[in-house]
Every structure is written in C-alpha cells, then in structure tokens.
C-alpha cells in the first residue's frame, strides 16, 4: 500500500474509532454481560431454571383457564411466547373483535405470568438487572427508535473501523501480532496491546459489527421496499417475512365447546422430535373461525437454522399451513436465525457464551487502547498546548464513563439482591445516577492512572461482596448452591469471584506514567 492510502485509512481508521469509542465501550461492555442475561435474572429473582432451554413447557390449556378467570377471551387474539430461559412466559392478549362486546373487553393486555405459582407481573415490575444490561448494549433506554439507530450507527462505524483497520496492518498483520515490548515507550505498548488483542477479536467484532447494523439498521434498510416494492404497506412487507400473520376475521358464531389447545401442540411434538415451541397464537378465541398457530425451532445442536409452524382449524382440527423444520427452510429462514444465532453466541452452549463474554471485555480493552493511542500520539511538544489540553480533557472524559461502568455494575448486582423485588424506574435511577457520580468524580480527579486503577480496584472489592451479599439474604451460598443444583445462581457467584480477582492482578500491575 502506497503512502497515501496508507494515510489516508489509517485516518479514517482513526477519526471512526474515536468519534463511536465510549458508545462502543458501552456497547460491549454491557453486551459482555448480556451473554449471562438469563443467569442474572434467575440470579436477582432467587429462581432456578433448566440450563437447556426447551421452550414452552407449561400445559397452555391450565393458562388459558386461568386467564379465563380475569378476561373474557371471546374474539381475542392470545399470545403465549417464551423468549428467555425464565420460568415466566409473555401473554400478550389483543382486543376483542367483537364489535358488540362490552368497553373493558375492547382493551388489550400484556403481562408476564409466572409458569409454577401463575402470579403476573407487569414489565416494569418484573424488571431485572439481566434485561437492563441486555437493552443497555443497544441503548433502548434511550426513546424508541432514537437508541436503536444510535447503536445501529455505532455498530456501522465500528465496522467501517475494523475495516480500515485490517487494511492499514495488512502488510505486518502476522509479525505485529507477536510484538510486545512492555518496557518500550508508553505509546509502544498500548500500541502492541491494541494490535496483538484486535487481532485475536477480530473475527468475534467482525460478527457483532455485521449482526448488530443488521438487527439495529434494518428498518431504514427495509424502508425503500415498503415504499417501493410494497406501496407503503409495512404490514404486509411483515408478513412476507414471516414475522407476522395474515389477520383473521371473526365469524361471529360461537364453539359450543372450546377445543383444546395443548393437543394441537402434543400433536406437534410428536410429529417433530426435539422440536422446542417458543410462541403460541390463537386467533378468535371461542369462535367458529379460531385458529392456533404453533411455532418453534428444533434444537439448535439437532439443526441450526430449523424453524417450524403449523396453523390448526381450531373447530375441525384441519392443517391449514405447515412448514417442516427438517424439511421447508428457505434462505430468508437461514438468514434470520444464523444473525440470532451468531449475535446471542447460543450456538456452541455456555462455554461459547464464556468465551463470548471474554472476548468481549478483549473488546473493551482494545477499544481503550485505541483512545490512549490517540491521545500519547497527540501529547506531543510540537503539538500547541491548548490542543494538548482539550485532547486530555477529552480523553479522561471518555475514560471516567467507561470505567465508570465496573464499579457501578458491580454494584447494582448488590442492589437489586438486597432490595429485590426492584422495579424498571428505581434500577434505572440507581444506575444512572451511580454512574453518573463516578463518572464525575473520575473526571474531577483529571488522572487517568488514577481513574484506571481506582475503578479496577473499587470493581474488584464490590465483586467480591457480591456473592457474600447473596449468601446472606438468600441463606444458600454457592457451595450449596452447586450441591442443590441450582447451578445458575453457583455460576453467577463464582463468576464474580474470578472477574474480581483478574481486575483486581491487573490493578495491582498498573504503574503510573513516569514524566518525560
């Protein structure tokens, strides 16, 4: 590469890497975590759940009797999907169509029912850290669609860096990666670190990149066809894509009898082996003209991109569309399944989730790394001291936020156990304002050794306390914990112990900046 690409990439590499940094650091950093989200949230809740997730379990006849005792279900639409490896299911009941109903029937309904005891509970009190972090990496705090373009963006970007960044190390790729000089210059090192670890997360942040643009992008990527192949009909653009159904109408005829929705799904099981059902739909609950929609997906080690649904006549039982999940997956069904399943790494089980989680927090570092870079190469004599000072003012910004994460994550992990149940408003301003204070205090500090070490070490001490916090509100630690088998909540603990101590080394290993 001649020396005019050459600068004029790593330019690009440069001004792309720095303008998405703390919104990428929070990206995966969070998103580390996320890899854990059902853990965590077993984990706050005190519940155990099977870590093979098989879907829908729960017998849907006993839950609609049970809705029945609230909701007259007549001419509704019912959603029951599971979407989490939680012991609660989403019941998404729609308005009734009946014209002729009463008002309080013409109102629909969302909530989480509890599959053991059946409690319900809304979302903001059935909040938990696990989904807080989860929608933190894709800044949904932020109002819809404003965070999500933020983050498709961010991902867009972030791509756009990897890319130029491949492309400036081509020529030295290979022989830079064994280079570290830990007593060389300051520069030196962050240098060696941030192209020896970019290189080992290249293909993981490559993937994130890619699946990210695609979930967070794909409504202004999708916007052209709906308005040019499809007229403006979004709906029917849903539909094609088999995210939604062609809407039902009612006949007005009532059933004498209600058929019974679990045979249609035992039917189902026994027809496709290691078939987990993950939403049910029943159309026109009560009428002549419900139908029940069964979906699901065959065990992700049996086949990685089988998906299946039938569609059932309620009143005769007739098959009125089937899709084989052995047999009838198009590419638009590889397409949506291989982006889920790469981007929730729920492919290859927990190990792969471990090692997703570890390269994420590699990502974090190289992310970091990168900043410092920038700021050593611009803290130079020759460069003009107001410049200077704007760069370190910019760059200890940047490094009290995304330090700033550890310590206050660590430490809501406290919270929401000590204060459980915690509902979605007083987790929000927990963490928000926590992270808030630190960040200010971090940047008041103006010390980016300082900030560097502090956050590790104050991390570490609440890491520590994590698992001795749950030990004494849930009286099981995690010793007993493993022994009784509810190895989530062993996971989660142990987990902590190990990240506490490696933050806690690599604090101990800081050496602050010797002055030229």
């Known amino acids: 590469m001649n020396n005019r690409s050459y600068n004029i990439f790593f330019h690009l590499h440069t001004i792309s890497g720095i303008i998405i940094s703390a919104a990428l650091f929070v990206i995966f950093f969070a998103g580390s975590f996320s890899f854990f989200r059902d853990e965590i949230a077993n984990w706050q809740k005190n519940e155990e759940v099977a870590a093979v997730d098989k879907g829908i379990t729960i017998n849907i006849d006993t839950v609609i009797d049970s809705l029945e005792n609230t909701y007259n279900l007549y001419g509704r639409d019912l959603e029951i999907a599971k979407h989490y490896n939680e012991r609660r299911v989403d019941i998404n009941i729609g308005a009734t169509k009946d014209t002729l109903a009463a008002e309080e029937d013409k109102a629909g309904a969302f909530f989480y029912l509890d599959t053991e005891n059946f409690n319900t509970y809304n979302y903001i009190k059935s909040y938990t850290l696990g989904e807080f972090l989860?929608?933190?990496?894709?800044?949904?705090?932020?109002?819809?669609?404003?965070?999500?373009?933020?983050?498709?963006?961010?991902?867009f970007?972030?791509?756009?860096?990897?890319?130029?960044?491949?492309?400036?190390?081509?020529?030295?790729i290979i022989s830079n990666f064994?280079?570290?000089?830990?007593?060389?210059?300051?520069?030196?090192?962050?240098?060696?670190?941030?192209?020896?670890?970019?290189?080992?997360?290249?293909?993981?942040?490559?993937?994130y990149a890619v699946t990210g643009v695609f979930f967070m992008l794909s409504i202004l990527m999708a916007a052209p066809s709906v308005l040019l192949l499809y007229d403006g009909d979004q709906e029917q653009m849903y539909q094609d894509l088999e995210y939604t159904d062609k809407p039902v109408?009612?006949?007005?005829?009532?059933?004498?009898?209600?058929?019974?929705?679990?045979?249609?799904?035992?039917?189902?099981?026994?027809?496709?082996?290691?078939?987990?059902?993950?939403?049910?739909?029943?159309?026109?609950?009560?009428?002549?003209?419900?139908?029940?929609?069964?979906?699901?997906?065959?065990?992700?080690?049996?086949?990685?991109t089988g998906t299946g649904k039938v569609i059932y006549q309620a009143s005769t039982g007739a098959?009125?569309?089937k899709k084989d999940p052995y047999s009838e997956n198009t590419y638009l069904d590889g397409v949506k399944t291989a982006m889920y399943r790469l981007h929730y790494g729920d492919y290859g089980g927990f190990s792969l989730r471990i090692i997703s989680f570890i390269l994420g927090i590699i990502s974090c570092f190289v992310i970091i790394s990168g900043v410092l870079i920038w700021l050593v190469a611009r803290d130079k004599k020759n460069v003009p001291e107001r410049k200077r000072r704007f760069n370190r003012w910019l760059v200890n910004i940047y490094m009290a936020v995304c330090l700033g994460m550890y310590p206050i994550t660590a430490l809501s992990f406290i919270v929401v156990k000590v204060f459980h149940p915690i509902n979605q408003t007083q987790l929000y301003q927990f963490y928000f304002i926590g992270w808030l204070l630190i960040s200010v205090f971090f940047i008041l500090k103006k010390n980016l050794y300082f900030t560097n070490k502090y956050s590790l070490i104050s991390g570490s001490i609440i890491g520590f306390l994590i698992p001795i916090c749950n030990g004494l509100v849930t009286k099981e630690w995690f010793w007993t914990a493993f022994i009784n088998g509810n190895y989530q909540a062993f996971f989660i603990d142990v987990f902590w112990i190990v990240l506490a101590t490696i933050t806690l080394l690599v604090s101990f290993k800081l050496k602050p900046e010797e002055k030229n």
């Open 134 to 155: 989860y929608r933190l990496h894709f800044f949904a705090q932020i109002p819809y669609p404003a965070g999500y373009y933020l983050s498709g963006f961010v991902a």
């Open 319 to 321: 098959e009125l569309y």
């Open 178 to 207: 064994y280079i570290f000089r830990p007593r060389a210059k300051l520069k030196t090192i962050w240098t060696d670190a941030h192209t020896a670890l970019g290189v080992i997360g290249l293909p993981f942040q490559f993937i």
């Open 249 to 304: 109408a009612l006949n007005y005829n009532k059933l004498s009898s209600i058929p019974s929705v679990e045979k249609y799904i035992s039917n189902t099981k026994e027809e496709w082996k290691d078939f987990n059902i993950t939403h049910i739909h029943v159309y026109n609950y009560g009428d002549e003209a419900m139908q029940v929609a069964i979906e699901g997906e065959l065990d992700k080690h049996v086949e990685f």
């Open 157 to 172: 970007f972030f791509l756009f860096a990897i890319i130029t960044g491949v492309l400036i190390h081509w020529d030295k």
